[in-house]
């Protein structure tokens, strides 16, 4: 049975997420949907899945019109989703969790565990005949793959007609993505019909017998018939829908200077070797006033690289050097003594505490400066006219020192969480790591906190940015790390910037 | 800032401060109501002795709630104050008993109560155990051991007459020196709190301590502070106990673990709603005082007493649980 998606628009505050898609899949299939973050895929796979209610347009299985008003009613119609993030628990076994929500019962109270295993069983020799899979152990004792597989299974179990994949692969060290690619192809030959969301390309051009191409909402083509003379080049033209009059890599628009840095400027970072669970980076050479970008695809190990770089205890192994000195496995503690500070994602958990003040959020790294040694004792004049001075300096729109942080706008919560590296210690931080500096930030903030990183690179900071955001890290940085499954693969250069070079590094396409 | 973005935030948060306002100062309102009402309703209620009385009275309770803010304050609970506060009443008449100096049998009665607070912290702190389960079992040992060590008998006998004036004495004959001290120890803990960094730094561990350790600050050392000033204070109290009552009593301490979490609880709703502070916490002793000596004047009977304090703690929870995130655990 197929699934038609039909002029499908899905309308947000402020942003037009999906724009009249129509979408055929069918069954004995896999269909792949590429495009660039943002370009509506997590959307699609919501409405698809019931998660999200379109605005407009409808969806027909066997020609009738249906609607899923919830992800129960998206099952019970037959679509089943395999989510990006983790959905297992972690301490059941694979069987338990296949069957979770649907446990066979003895005596009307009981679980029948004989039966589960049976039935879990069963679901993966029907599917997956040659696969074995430890079903009766506990999943987070499994590897990555396996525990891919048990949630296939899990969504198989409610017998559906459509499955939908999103990124199945990311999170899937490289040996182990190439089994998960042949359980796949067994499905659509067994007459599933699949949708693959993906950011590997090559994935893609290799599974799938169809692709979608979404571009800002908007379907930009459709591969009816992929044969393997398709080329990632081709997919990443397609992507960025160039060819096309007025449609210009995006990047290239605002020229882009190359800074030039001072001759021998002092070396802030020197990473030799350094790894964690999550990343491993050959070499990597800061120096003062420069700035480095780091981009990746999720779960590429950019951002906990990044992290590390505060936090040395992150990494397992290799040599870090901060102004010439070994850091070993110092503390977060005594790197900010060293001089480097960290402005995190998710500022309300990593950066804030919400029912303090602006005055209280801005001192709590830098207090001891304002305050009369030896006992530590608060001077409050001075403290609220130095947060005065970075309300002025950075154009943090609060109405007093004394308003509560959650009352201000994401900009100004953020720059808040820069401005804390500020707080009567100008210039005494060498290093600025930021992770997604603009996250829940609207336009106008961003600029702002893009020409506050510039800055602080001028005055002669070292500054690394991971963001997922391509042109943010195109605007502000010289020059571009990518990582790819948790290695740092490429290095760009910032006259070679453009969106095709970007995602080619971090999906992994030889040049 | 322009004026018209100004006018239209106050516009949109004018509820909510009222709210907030409102919440501020109901419990304040009711400890005046309180008072006015005992001091109207009897004739023995509002007299210079009576209030001395109170404040004596509350000052033991007092120090071992402000003892709890600590705790409170980054967010670590210590359900083992009470048998603290009877570990070192025992203690120090046991070693003032067996021939040692007052001074030192003063140390060591408190050197055991943070002797206590390092081990909770120890095993909050090092091993991972939440704070509640961890005191929670260290006061049942406590407890065990206090009857141990005295044998489930009083001690008296032989304890100096220096010694008792510190529960039993006053200062130029008006102001007894548990109250003193209570006021000693509110003070300089409210200045500790609200005036220096380690102040802020234990408030900052309590409010969110993945953005205190981001900030540098030494989250694993406040926390032990946290804790084991907790327990310290209890042994404060317990010291003073034992001077007022003549006597180390092995189950001495037992009711201040519930009227300690009851003060703290009511100072949450005030001043700033949601977080233990100093001057909240020495209010809502204030207000458990009052209480306790108007309604034992009225000829109430204790365990009435115990059933008007049992039903202010929940509505002192419930207000600060419905307005702002109260989370324990």
Not at chain 1, 400 to 427: C, D, H, M, P, R
Not at chain 1, 435 to 453: M, Q, S, Y
Not at chain 2, 306 to 312: A, F, P, Q
Request: with cysteine; proline share 3%.
């Amino acid at each position: 049975m197929s699934i038609v998606l039909d002029n499908i628009t899905k309308q947000w505050p402020g942003t037009l997420a999906l724009d009249g898609v129509s979408i055929e899949i069918v069954e004995g299939r896999v269909h792949g949907i590429v495009g660039e973050n943002g370009a509506g895929k997590t959307t699609l796979v919501s409405i698809l899945s019931g998660a999200v209610q379109p605005t407009a347009g409808t969806l027909n299985m066997a020609r009738q019109p249906v609607a899923f008003e919830n992800p129960a009613a998206a099952v019970a119609n037959g679509v089943s989703l395999v989510s990006q993030e983790g959905s297992l628990v972690p301490h059941l076994t694979g069987a338990e969790n296949i069957c979770l929500g649907f446990e066979p019962v003895k005596s009307r109270f009981f679980i029948n565990r004989r039966e589960v295993q049976r039935q879990a069983e069963n679901l993966a020799k029907q599917w997956f005949p040659e696969t074995m899979i430890a079903l009766d152990r506990k999943v987070d004792e499994l590897p990555y793959a396996d525990q891919k597989v048990i949630e296939i299974l899990r969504a198989l179990h409610s017998r559906p007609k459509v499955l939908i994949l999103d990124e199945p692969t990311a999170t899937l060290p490289a040996k182990e993505k190439q089994s998960l690619w042949t359980l796949i192809r067994q499905l659509s030959d067994a007459g599933m019909a699949v949708v693959l969301i993906s950011h590997f390309l090559q994935e893609v051009i290799d599974l799938c017998d169809e692709i979608t191409v979404l571009q800002d909402g908007r379907r930009v083509s459709h591969l009816s018939n992929v044969e393997h003379d398709v080329s990632e080049r081709q997919l990443i033209d397609l992507m960025l829908n160039r060819g096309q009059a007025g449609n210009q890599d995006r990047l290239l628009d605002g020229a882009l200077k190359e800074r030039n840095l001072a001759d021998g400027a002092e070396i802030v970072v020197d990473i030799k070797g350094w790894q964690g669970a999550r990343f491993l980076m050959d070499g990597l050479e800061v120096r003062s006033g420069e700035i480095v970008g780091l981009i990746g695809l999720t779960g590429s190990g950019h951002f906990e690289f990044a992290q590390s770089l505060f936090e040395p205890s992150l990494a397992t192994a290799g040599e870090y050097r901060f102004k010439s000195k070994d850091v070993g496995r110092a503390s977060v503690r005594d790197m900010k003594r060293r001089g480097a500070a960290l402005i995190p994602d998710h500022r309300m958990i990593n950066a804030m505490i919400g029912d303090w003040t602006v005055r209280e959020n801005m001192s709590m790294a830098g207090i001891q400066e304002t305050s009369l040694r030896p006992f530590g004792v608060v001077q409050n004049g001075r403290e609220r006219a130095e947060t005065q001075r970075l309300i002025k300096r950075l154009n943090i729109k609060t109405s007093s020192t004394e308003t509560k942080i959650v009352e201000l706008s994401g900009g100004n919560k953020q720059k808040v969480s820069v401005a804390k590296w500020q707080f009567a210690s100008e210039g005494k931080y060498k290093l600025f790591v930021f992770l997604e500096p603009t996250e829940g930030v609207d336009v106008g903030a961003k600029r702002e906190i893009h020409d506050l990183i510039l800055s602080l690179a001028e005055r002669g900071a070292a500054v690394i940015v991971a963001s997922s955001d391509l042109l943010e890290v195109a605007h502000v940085a010289d020059r571009v790390v990518a990582f790819r499954n948790g290695h740092a693969a490429d290095q760009i250069a910032r006259r070679d910037f453009s969106e095709a070079v970007f995602i080619n590094a971090i999906a992994g396409v030889t040049q | 800032m322009t004026m018209t973005t100004t006018i239209a935030h106050e516009k949109a948060s004018r509820p909510m401060r009222i709210g907030i306002l409102v919440q501020k100062y109901s419990t304040l309102a009711v400890l005046i109501v309180l008072f006015l009402a005992f001091a109207i309703g009897t004739d023995r209620f509002f007299t210079g002795t009576n209030l001395v009385n109170i404040l004596q009275q509350i000052s033991m309770l007092t120090i071992v709630a402000v003892g709890l803010t600590f705790g409170f304050a980054a967010k670590e609970m210590d359900l083992s104050v009470g048998y603290v506060v009877g570990l070192a009443g025992l203690l120090a008449p046991l070693l003032m008993v067996a021939g040692v100096p007052i001074p030192l049998a003063i140390m060591g009665a408190l050197g055991a109560g943070l002797g206590v607070g390092l081990i909770n912290s120890a095993l909050v702190v090092g091993v991972g155990v939440p704070s509640l389960i961890a005191t929670l079992a260290a006061g049942s040992i406590l407890w065990g051991i206090n009857f141990m060590i005295s044998g489930g008998r009083a001690i008296y006998g032989g304890i100096p007459a220096e010694y008792l004036a510190l529960g039993q004495g006053k200062v130029a004959g008006i102001l007894p020196y548990p109250a003193l001290i209570m006021l000693i120890i509110v003070a300089g803990s409210w200045f500790v709190m609200e005036r220096t960094t380690f102040g802020r730094y234990l408030y900052a561990v309590g409010g969110n301590a993945r953005a205190a350790e981001l900030s540098g600050i030494k989250v694993r050392t406040y926390r032990v502070y946290g804790l084991a000033l907790s327990s310290l204070f209890a042994a404060i109290s317990g010291i003073i106990l034992s001077a007022r009552l003549g006597s180390g009593q092995p189950n001495g301490g037992e009711t201040y673990l519930l009227d300690g979490l009851a003060a703290v609880f009511i100072g949450m709703t005030m001043l700033r709603p949601g977080t233990a502070t100093v001057m909240g916490t020495f209010f809502g002793a204030l207000l458990i005082g009052i209480m306790n000596n108007g309604l034992n004047l009225v000829g109430m009977d204790t365990y009435v007493q115990s059933i008007v304090k049992g039903i202010i703690i929940v509505i002192a929870v419930s207000v600060v649980s419905r307005t702002t995130k109260l989370k324990l655990l």
